[in-house]
Nanobody, 124 residues
Framework: QVQLVESGGGLVQAGGSLRLSCAAS????????VGWFRQAPGKEREFVAA????????AYADSVKGRFTISRDNAKNTVYLQMNSLKAEDTAVYYC????WGWGTPKSNDYESWGQGTQVTVSS
């Protein structure tokens, strides 16, 4: 397992942008697929985006396609989620999760390690 720390959340107006980061201290982080999930108050956790360990595969939820971009910088042990054209319905706590040698599955149960989450609030 790896220890994950999310950052970059905050308050932004609708139409604005934020970039979330998911960092790990372990060098083995480059061997993990990373997924971003979010949970809004009163709702179930949902898949947002994922990137494979090799960065050759990415996946997105339909609700964020064309607006969010996931990427990774293995030299910095960090995965990013660039969020543009934010909407009020994107408001949630965002979590990153890691899956050893994963391809970027949207299934949360396939991820072994989870961060504590970072709050994203979009005002309309």
């Amino acid at each position: 397992q790896v220890q994950l720390v999310e950052s970059g959340g905050g308050l932004v107006q609708a139409g604005g942008s934020l970039r979330l980061s998911c960092a790990a201290s372990e060098r083995t982080f480059r061997s993990y697929a990373v997924g971003w999930f979010r949970q809004a108050p009163g709702k179930e956790r949902e898949f947002v985006a994922a990137i494979s360990w090799s960065a050759t595969n990415t996946a997105y939820a339909d609700s964020v396609k064309g607006r969010f971009t996931i990427s990774r910088d293995n030299a910095k042990n960090t995965v990013y989620l660039q969020m543009n054209s934010l909407k009020a319905e994107d408001t949630a706590v965002y979590y990153c999760a890691a899956d050893l040698w994963g391809w970027g599955t949207p299934k949360s149960n396939d991820y072994e390690s989870w961060g504590q989450g970072t709050q994203v609030t979009v005002s309309s």
